[in-house]
């Protein structure tokens, strides 16, 4: 299995729809994060979590809401997004979080289309 | 100002150049520095890091800090079109990662 799953690759949803993104890594990790990745503009932090507690997030919408079981599953559950949502979001973990963590694992990511 | 700026490019260079990659930061407190490659489709992957100033070397890879003029930067040596993809630097500040935008090479066979 690959290090970090991510589900569904491609995801198209109306503005009232409720879905949710996937993300899952067999690395025992302990850190796992949100990031959003649009058409020429950098990656954007969106949620942290270390050891299944959410230690960050970065003024993101309520319209995204993170969720962490457990240190190996990650959801983030999509609700009444606008077009402008519509990029590709891409999970990762980490051995630990910390100030020279940086070895980041990505997923493949969820490209997700609002119409 | 941005906290991690690059160049977008494209840059192009020819097969066995020297790729210059170029990266500047805004938080004079930040300690690590890193580079991911991301090809086109694909997500990133952390090819080096560094956290003195000065030059580290990893096979045709090297990557340099200044921590006192705040950036860093990646040579490759006998770029390759391989080596085709999207530059990302990415700076720890404060236990966050902050990325920059991404610098896009291209080398021409």
């Known amino acids: 299995e690959t290090g970090v799953t991510q589900t569904p690759r491609h995801l198209v949803m109306g503005m009232t729809n409720k879905k949710s993104l996937k993300c899952e890594q067999h690395?025992?990790?302990?850190?796992m994060y949100w990031y959003k990745q649009s058409a020429k503009k950098p990656l954007e932090l969106m949620f942290v979590?270390?050891?299944?507690?959410?230690?960050e997030n970065n003024s993101v919408p309520s319209r995204f809401s993170p969720e962490c079981p457990n240190s190996s599953h990650l959801f983030l559950h999509l609700h009444t997004l606008q077009p402008e949502d519509s990029a590709l979001y891409l999970c990762?973990?980490?051995?630990?979080?910390?100030?020279?963590?940086?070895?980041?694992?990505f997923g493949e990511g969820s490209r997700l289309t609002v119409l | 100002q941005k906290e991690v700026e690059q160049n977008s490019g494209p840059l192009s260079v020819p097969e066995g150049a020297i790729a210059s990659l170029n990266c500047t930061y805004s938080d004079r407190g930040s300690q690590s520095f890193f580079w991911y490659r991301q090809y086109s489709g694909k997500s990133p992957e952390l090819i080096m890091f560094i956290y003195s100033n000065g030059d580290k070397e990893d096979g045709r890879f090297t990557a340099q800090l200044n921590k006192a003029s705040q950036y860093v930067s990646l040579l490759i040596r006998d770029s390759q079109p391989s080596d085709s993809a999207t530059y990302l630097c990415?700076?720890?500040?404060?236990?966050?990662?902050?990325f920059g935008q991404g610098t896009e090479l291209s080398v021409k066979p």
């Open positions: 979590y270390s050891l299944e507690e959410r230690v």
């Open positions: 990415a700076v720890n500040q404060g236990g966050k990662l902050i």
């Open positions: 990762a973990s980490s051995q630990v979080r910390g100030a020279n963590t940086g070895e980041l694992f």
């Open positions: 690395l025992g990790h302990n850190a």
